[in-house]
């Protein structure tokens, strides 16, 4: 399966100068979607397209009726305060409308005039959530949190006998998802000091991020049918960075036995693009599994997922403090990972999610859950960082940190990249914690 | 707080005939509200009122222009085919529209040839959700339940050191769930049993249903603003009953350590009735807890909660083979509950659900979780009344059950009756199972 075509050739230049720089998030390869209007306007959310520095806005595109087929019905679906219908028109639709943007934005394109009027800066704009999410699923791919985690909770037994055959996964918060820049208030809640008699009630004390991916699902199934290893990739419209954001002593007290609750549903943050699952197919590798484990069930197995389940996506989370910003200092690296540590492909998460018959709705989300890698210093989360908060770390400027402060400014991005392709950019989200109510 | 007004007094009858007989779920101190249209029509779905054996259809009413201020705006609202926009209107809203309904068609009143077309036999209708869930949380709010459950998966420590502080919950799937009369084929999935080596994969052999509540909010809250429990039942746009299908072996082998998932997001089905809040008012009754257990948290109790923050809505479950349907022998009864036996109040849902900022949106629903009574006979699941599948259930045709077949249609009911006040019915929900694909 030669998932490589025309759009992601290296040396396609665009007429928009700013694409083709070295070394940025949104070259002419790339072409992620967002919804978007001007700053400070009244202007209708629509959807807009990612390229250089600018974004293609889709109002103008489709007005412009310059596109033909598929990739006309799919620009004017994509014109919309939210992009649910057009991610719910499936993988053809999609790629013609990619094929017809790569196009329409490459050097010498006959389109140039028509849509010079389309671009606006994006340093003039603000996002909406790309999409409405109906269902928001949380998944634990990453075998290296759930062993650091599970360590902190149960010394003894850090990894479930479970995990190495279930995509574990739960339901998370949907109302609560918001779009980067998000700033919410530290959670109150109930939590249990370990040699506390009775739990008591004040804001959290152990604020932590989590270095996730999020995956939006395009075209949903009915409700009973399931979604085969063979299909599931076609049911997977494209991908954010995305902070789940926890309240560690909340959970700790809260958890047992129906999971995450309160400590999880206070904010959740995406990151405004999304890259399709077609951008990111030159940096696509196989996926492995460690002979000793125990192999993939039948219906979580294939020779394509074998073959190039594994996304390369890189990430990495920074911390900005209010120290920091005073100061004028920049933001710290806390650490840096790699979705191809996921112990389960985004496939096998789709096609075990639907295996009883649950359906997706297009704009349904899934988090990969946090993305540690194999080493302490690639971990996702401060709960790692700091060894369950025994540890301080310290930030570039001299802080520390076990947890996050209020004030804290939390930066993720994700990028690709393949020698023979160009690098590029998922862009990044940021969140900054108020002090509690 | 005098909860009482002239909509629940006894004495009041309608001029839609049926709406006076003695005992029925719909007289006019009830005016609960669905989504319908006629059954095979192409008519668009939108907002009706039960009475009697009747539907008032909203559509006309709000046409026909007869109500005034509040009440005119409310109907316009419920006039669509989901009640979101009228469930977010609030108290004052949804008051002024119930007491305009109840004037209307009381008997005697100078709306009733206005109305007489508005009439649809509820013989002749079929119903969609009667507004579109964002997002769903189950809560687990019977410590029988808790503890009969606990007591199968850790025989030793049935009830965990939170439960009598924190009102358990946790995030559902909104997706899949349908209304009375779904019909959806048994899931797959893996399953461990506790002799094997390995999981396997097949049709799920616990298949249950769990006799909860359904509660709607109306009114939402922006992110960040906890609802206090003063003013949490101004949120609670109404109740309906609500079947949460569960697998068990599904449940066992993947709920640790983040609850169940796949055990529970194949299917979930609410009856077609939202019974409002207000027309509950006469069936509230006092919440007390035991004196030896811990006290609620202050953002959990207030005097209102103490004094009427319990609901006595009684309901049953009935289930019905393939052998009775072909033997035209009547569904048995399973057992009977009440939720007045809820270790937690609805105000303490939604106030503990808030209290870290979460915010919820017009229409989301809380599942109560499983209504068992204290004794056995009152369990609202047959994993309790089977305990755990070792005691089988000996329907009334001599059928045996440990957990459902195929074919087992189940139903559900609810109602309330108090002395001095009518019997209102919450209606009824019913599911049936077929064979895994």
């Given at each position: 399966m030669n998932l490589i075509n025309e759009t992601h050739d290296i040396n396609l230049t665009s007429w928009?100068?700013?694409?083709?720089?070295?070394?940025?998030?949104?070259?002419?390869q790339n072409l992620p979607f967002a919804v978007f209007r001007r700053k400070n306007s009244n202007e209708e959310f629509r959807g807009g397209v990612a390229i250089g520095d600018q974004v293609l806005d889709l109002n103008v595109v489709a007005t412009a009726n310059i596109f033909n087929g598929l990739a006309q019905e799919a620009v004017v679906a994509a014109n919309?305060?939210?992009l649910n219908e057009f991610m719910g028109m499936g993988q053809e639709y999609w790629s013609a409308l990619r094929l017809a943007l790569s196009q329409a934005l490459r050097a010498g394109s006959e389109h140039q005039h028509a849509l010079a009027d389309a671009l606006v800066a994006q340093s003039d704009i603000e996002f909406s959530?790309?999409?409405?999410?109906g269902d928001y699923t949380d998944f634990y791919t990453s075998i290296y949190h759930a062993t650091a985690v599970g360590r902190l909770f149960?010394?003894?037994?850090?990894?479930?006998?479970?995990y190495k055959w279930v995509p574990i996964g739960y339901h998370g918060r949907a109302s609560s998802i918001d779009v980067s820049g998000q700033v919410f208030h530290r959670p109150n809640g109930q939590t249990k000091a370990p040699d506390a008699e009775v739990p008591s009630f004040g804001p959290c004390k152990r604020l932590d991020y989590e270095l996730e991916l999020g995956i939006y699902l395009g075209k949903g199934n009915a409700l009973g049918d399931a979604i085969s290893i063979s299909n599931a990739e076609n049911h997977v419209f494209g991908f954010c960075v995305f902070n789940d954001w926890s309240a560690r002593d909340l959970q700790a007290w809260e958890y047992q036995p129906l999971g995450p609750f309160l400590a999880k549903n206070f904010a959740s943050t995406v990151s405004p693009w999304i890259v399709t699952t077609e951008a990111l197919a030159p940096y696509r590798t196989c996926w492995t599994r460690d002979e000793n484990d125990p192999q993939p069930m039948d219906y979580l197995e294939s020779a394509h997922n074998r073959e190039a389940g594994a996304f390369d996506i890189q990430m990495d989370v920074l911390l900005e403090s209010e120290k920091m910003r005073a100061d004028g200092t920049p933001a710290c690296k806390l650490s840096e990972s790699s979705f191809?540590?996921?112990?389960?492909t985004v496939a096998q998460m789709v096609t075990h999610h639907t295996v009883n018959g649950c359906n997706f709705l297009p704009g349904d989300m899934l988090g990969s859950g946090t993305q540690s890698g194999p080493d302490h210093e690639e971990a996702g989360s401060m709960l790692e960082l700091s060894r369950g908060g025994k540890e301080s770390i310290t930030l570039a400027n001299g802080e520390t940190r076990t947890f996050l402060n209020d004030g804290d400014k939390v930066i993720m991005r994700g990028w690709c990249e393949k020698e023979g392709f160009n690098r590029i950019g998922l862009g990044f989200v940021e969140g900054t914690i108020l002090p509690a109510k």
């Open positions: 928009v100068e700013s694409a083709n720089q070295a070394n940025i998030d949104f070259p002419i919309a305060p939210a959530m790309p999409c409405h999410i149960r010394p003894d037994n850090p990894l479930l006998p479970n191809k540590h996921s112990y389960w």
